[in-house]
């Protein structure tokens, strides 16, 4: 990679010295002399993410090599060090390989396997994808093989089998023929049904208006030929979560025992009595399954609907002569689509019209290969993308009907994905995990010792185990009773919620996510723009509103004061109309009667059509006027589009149209007021610079418009040869220069200064003009005053490009705008950004930023304006194209790494005094407080209702007054440590207190033991729940000191401890034989709710207490590397 990304431009003379002909395809050092052998080669050549630029330059040859080769290299350094030091610190899981995500699943301590890796990559899946894209590429390859074969064979030389019609319906063509004739690229067939416009008649669709398209039209069309959708796999049913939940492996054990406890009871004491124990452990373990199976299968369906989203892609389709907007889903046999670079191709077709028109079918073959379509080769698959250029398709087959149909239906659409905190947390649960097993360990055997030796006795105070005198049942009900409470400190220990509280917290962001207009591809990119130190962000569409309008012209020699026309010559208006007509991706459509004018196609263009209808332009008439010979479709690294037109007279005429001051240098004429060719002297030159300057100064996007003309005998004739044709660009006539505003989004400014509050530096990358994204800076906010408005705050992209990588590095950290930039600009910024340690976020739209949307941390790519291309490679599709929605998707990436904090938080100080306090006991006097049903009820509290509680915590204000969080930074800071101890030794205090002084503190002495026992374990359990319940309003909040703040607003909260409260109360005085507790009494309810209680206080005055900002793990590091240091000298 670094033989081409990190070569700077005054290094590219160096590279002169490789022959065009070496080893490699992407190296042309001189376009000019290169042959259409050499261009082929490139193009056929491996190419990952980037597609070709329409006319070439070496720059776009080189960018293939930056993308085919940049993410591998930067990501090689990252993954080596992680499977060096921790298996569970993967930073990027774009890139992760299948065996490294195997490592950490391997080293994870895991009860329930099922569960845990549901939602993480299933890599058993993934292998059966890879073996169905296989098959079907294997399909398709053999076609090609064919074609190839049949292409070899001289015509003449065989008869081609006759292709037979079959009527299907009301049309006079069956789906098994088109299937047939596109699946298997029938080019003879195609001929034999009279070409593209005898196949369009057999369909009943016209090429240039496409079908009806009523209601009727679309049925009778679905019935006859299907429609574009694919079976899908059932998801799982509720049942199946239910399965899932019962392969827990302590649960397994907890349910054995309470069968053996159940049979031994009602042997011994009755089936009146004996019953009771068993039954009570089975019902808290069928009460964790259920409720667990309950919040599984909401958030798969959750999934299952964004994954809906992801699929619905919406694009134009021509019917009844009017583009429309129409779902992929929508699309029937006989829709005219028109494609434009970056599109997912709906359905199998045949091309009707192309120019350089060139197709990526990597999705289907395998192969990173692009191919040119046209009249030779007119079959499109579905599921490919439109890599360059613009053609319009004859939809021929759709749904199952095609290859990428069946390859849908096939396979299960998501296999999941991790993301670096759940693989982070998995290794946090494995730790906790290991010393829980410990202390259940211990604590088992310490109380079958103390049993088997005689130390252990009832509650009357009689030693329980005699030898030879104890039944052997009592013993096994004893020893069940043991393994149980072992069991049960291990599921209270081992915090199998806690990698699953990502998914959570994620599926219910991602839901809410979707309300602020984002649309989450990849669930790793939700957590990781909370950690987004810098926003790479587009000018038009994102930060302004995309609404342009033409508000000033230079036509001719000067500025015109009314932009209808009235005051132009006749001839330079014909011009303008002609270029304007033909050299557009836009349309008109005009509607019968009164109604508005219908103008369609991209921003720009439509802002240019409304000219020329102001300018008296009728655009069905114009284009019929002139055919069209060649296109250059617009290209981001030239920035202008062109298109050569016949004339009737046989004249030929090419029009140019793009940035101002690129065009304005191509020009050496110009028309004047009278209608007469004016050679373009140092002054006028001087005077239409000027006037570009001050248009962009004012924040207008410029466009020049051009033409020359052109001999008709030196256009080639040959189709191969006109498809290599590069449209002369020299010697042009200037036509117009035109001034389009488009607007600053209102709260654009707001949304750039809450960024900048956070942490987060917004950085401008823009095509436009350096001066047009200067005025929109400092507009946005970007550029605080005139003065930071200079290098290297500002600069342009070949400025940056012509860096060497060491300066680029450096001078990265300072750039605010980046004007006049292609996409190779803009993956250079994102690589040395990178490698300044930055956690980058980038907005694209067009498919040449597919590359740095996936070499960035972060891909937004724009929902609106956006390619399919570009929503692809991206993370995050903004729907609304709006930067306001950006800065939401930061809060909400604060906010899961917030709600996970917040929840370990309140999660590990149950966990600590849960397990201090039966250990203690346990060691103590042979006797545990919390039996194994209610260490089963306070897990469902801590993990599944306590996730539910704090994991969904909206996103708030305060979040965006913190740094970003850095990815090494601790899952557990040191604010959360010093609430966790507070509160932990608070807890363990009281409640020791009262294991070993509560029948004195209660007065029970003169109660029966057995009862008084029983009160105090009741109260025990009682105050430890209430605790839990109090603490978890103090998570809310951390590091704030109101912790009520907004909660009225979080109604899961609210339910959840509501919902806790009750079954807490019926739990004691109602389900005491289930439980082991026995009912008390007001004055004891208040002793519980005043020890939760206390929790309140203790939370505020903890908060006064300062902590280092350095976290303590690295104090302890500091300290060690000192001793050693020490110890060496």
């Not at 002609?578 to 009164?594: K, L």
């Not at 709006?882 to 709600?899: I, L, M």
Request: proline share 3%; with cysteine; charged share 25%.
């Amino acid at each position: 990679m670094d033989n081409i990304v990190r070569e700077s431009s005054t290094d590219m003379e160096a590279a002169t010295c490789f022959s065009d002909e070496d080893k490699n395809p992407f190296i042309i050092t001189r376009t000019k002399d290169a042959t259409i052998e050499r261009l082929r080669r490139w193009r056929l050549g491996e190419r990952i993410g980037s597609e070709i630029e329409g006319a070439i330059s070496p720059a776009t040859v080189k960018m293939d090599n930056i993308v085919r080769e940049s993410s591998t290299d930067m990501e090689a350094g990252t993954c080596v060090s992680d499977d060096d030091k921790n298996p569970f610190i993967i930073t990027r899981t774009k890139d992760t390989t299948i065996e490294r995500l195997r490592r950490w699943r391997q080293e994870a301590l895991v009860l329930n396997p099922s569960r845990r890796f549901r939602y993480t990559l299933d890599l058993k899946k993934e292998e059966e994808k890879k073996e169905s894209l296989r098959k079907i590429r294997a399909h398709v390859e053999r076609l090609r093989d064919k074609i190839r074969f049949q292409e070899g064979i001289p015509q003449g030389t065989g008869e081609s089998p006759q292709f037979s019609l079959v009527p299907n319906g009301d049309f006079p063509i069956g789906q098994e023929q088109l299937t047939s004739l596109t699946r298997d690229h029938n080019i003879s067939a195609l001929r034999q049904c009279g070409g593209v416009k005898g196949l369009s008649d057999l369909l009943k669709t016209n090429l240039e208006k496409g079908i009806n398209g009523d209601d009727a039209d679309l049925l009778k069309r679905r019935n006859v030929f299907g429609s574009n959708t694919y079976p899908k796999k059932k998801g799982r049913s509720f049942w199946m979560f239910l399965w899932d939940a019962w392969q827990d492996l302590t649960l397994i054990i907890l349910m054995v025992a309470a069968v053996a406890s159940l049979a031994l009871g009602i042997k011994t004491e009755g089936i009146k009595e004996g019953w009771c124990d068993g039954a009570s452990i089975a019902f808290a373990v069928i009460l964790i399954i259920a409720v667990t199976a309950i919040s599984d299968y909401r958030q798969s369906l959750q999934f299952q609907n964004l994954n809906e989203e992801k699929r619905n892609i919406h694009m134009e389709v021509i019917r009844g002569g009017r583009r429309i907007e129409a779902s992929i889903y929508d699309i029937v046999v006989g829709d005219v689509v028109p494609l434009n670079i970056g599109d997912q191709v709906p359905a199998d077709g045949i091309v009707i019209s192309a120019h350089s028109f060139y197709i990526d079918e990597s999705s289907m073959t395998g192969e990173s290969k692009i191919v040119h379509k046209d009249s030779k080769d007119p079959f499109l698959m579905s599921g490919c993308k439109v890599a360059d250029g613009n053609g319009v398709m004859l939809v021929t087959s759709v749904g199952t009907n095609t290859e990428w149909g069946v390859l849908m239906a096939s396979i299960s659409e998501d296999t999941g994905e991790e993301t670096p905190l759940q693989v982070r947390l998995n290794g946090v649960a494995t730790f906790i995990g290991i010393v829980g097993l410990t202390v259940a360990f211990i604590v088992f055997f310490v109380l079958l010792a103390r049993y088997f030796s005689g130390h252990t006795k009832n509650e009357g105070g009689i030693t329980q185990f005699i030898t030879g005198r104890t039944r052997v049942g009592d013993a096994v009900d004893v020893a069940i009773i043991i393994l149980t409470i072992g069991v049960a400190i291990v599921i209270v220990a081992v915090p199998e919620e806690l990698p699953l509280a990502v998914t959570l917290t994620l599926a219910y962001s991602m839901r809410k996510m979707m309300a602020d207009k984002a649309l989450v591809r990849r669930l790793s990119a939700c957590e990781t723009m909370g950690s987004a130190t810098t926003i790479c962000s587009d000018k038009t569409g994102t930060l302004t509103l995309n609404e342009m309008t033409v508000v000033e012209a230079y036509v001719g020699e000067k500025k015109i004061d009314s932009l209808d026309g009235n005051q132009l010559p006749p001839m330079l208006t014909s011009l303008l109309i002609e270029g304007i007509a033909q050299n557009t991706t836009g349309s008109i459509y005009v509607p019968a009667g009164d109604a508005d004018v219908e103008v369609s196609g991209s921003p720009t263009e439509r802002a240019i059509l409304y000219w020329g209808i102001k300018l008296g332009m009728n655009f069905e008439a114009v284009r019929s006027e002139s055919s069209v010979i060649q296109v250059f479709p617009f290209n981001s690294q030239r920035k202008r589009s062109g298109v050569a037109l016949q004339l009737p007279n046989s004249e030929v005429h090419i029009h140019w149209k793009g940035a101002a001051e690129i065009v304005l240098a191509s020009c050496t004429q110009y028309i004047d007021s009278n209608d007469c060719l004016v050679a373009m002297d140092e002054e006028k030159v001087n005077f239409f610079k000027n006037a570009i300057e001050d248009m962009a100064s004012r924040s207008l996007r410029c466009v020049a418009i051009a033409y020359t003309k052109y001999y008709r005998q030196s256009v080639p004739v040959d189709e191969e040869q006109l498809s290599q044709w590069v449209l002369p660009e020299d010697d042009l006539v200037l036509l117009a220069i035109v001034g389009l505003k488009d607007p600053c989004r209102p709260n654009v400014k707001d949304a750039v200064q809450l960024c900048q509050i956070a942490g987060v530096k917004v950085r401008m990358v823009t095509g436009d003009n350096i001066k047009t994204a200067r005025a929109i800076a400092l507009e946005c906010g970007m550029l605080t005053s005139e003065m930071d408005a200079t290098e290297p705050n500002i600069i342009e992209g070949k400025n940056f490009r012509a860096l060497s990588v060491a300066q680029r590095e450096e001078i990265a950290e300072k750039i605010s705008v980046m004007g006049r930039s292609s996409p190779s600009d803009k993956l250079l910024l994102v690589q040395a950004l990178r490698k300044r340690g930055h956690v980058v976020a980038v907005t694209g739209d067009g498919t040449n930023d597919a590359p740095a949307l996936h070499e960035a941390d972060i891909g937004l790519a724009m929902g609106i304006q956006g390619t399919e291309v570009a929503k692809e490679g991206s993370d995050i599709i903004i729907l609304d194209d709006n930067f306001a929605s950006v800065v939401k998707v930061v809060r909400w990436g604060r906010s899961v790494y917030a709600n996970i904090r917040k929840f370990m938080q309140f999660q590990h100080t149950v966990n600590v005094a849960a397990l201090i306090i039966n250990f203690v006991a346990a060691v103590s006097s042979g006797d545990v407080p919390l039996n194994a049903v209610q260490l089963l009820w306070i897990n469902l509290i801590m993990d599944t209702l306590g996730v539910l509680a704090l994991a969904t915590e909206p996103p708030t204000d305060h979040l965006m007054q913190r740094p970003p969080i850095r990815r090494s930074e601790p899952l557990i800071t040191n604010i959360m440590w010093r609430n966790l101890i507070i509160q932990a030794i608070y807890q363990l205090s009281v409640l020791l207190l009262l294991n070993f002084e509560g029948k004195n503190l209660l007065n029970l002495e003169e109660d029966d033991r057995n009862h008084a026992n029983k009160v105090k374990n009741t109260l025990i359990f009682n105050s430890f729940v209430l605790c839990q319940i109090f603490n978890e309003f103090n998570a809310r909040k951390p590091d704030e000191k109101n912790i009520f703040r907004g909660i009225t607003k979080n109604h899961i909260f609210m339910g959840i401890v509501t919902l806790t409260i009750v079954l807490q109360i019926i739990i004691i005085e109602f389900l005491g034989k289930f439980a082991k507790t026995v009912k008390l009494n007001w004055k004891q309810w208040v002793i519980s709710v005043v020890i939760g209680l206390i929790s309140w206080p203790l939370a505020f005055i903890g908060k006064f207490i300062p902590v280092p900002d350095t976290p303590i793990s690295n104090l302890f590091k500091r300290r060690r590397l000192q001793r050693n240091s020490q110890l060496i000298n």
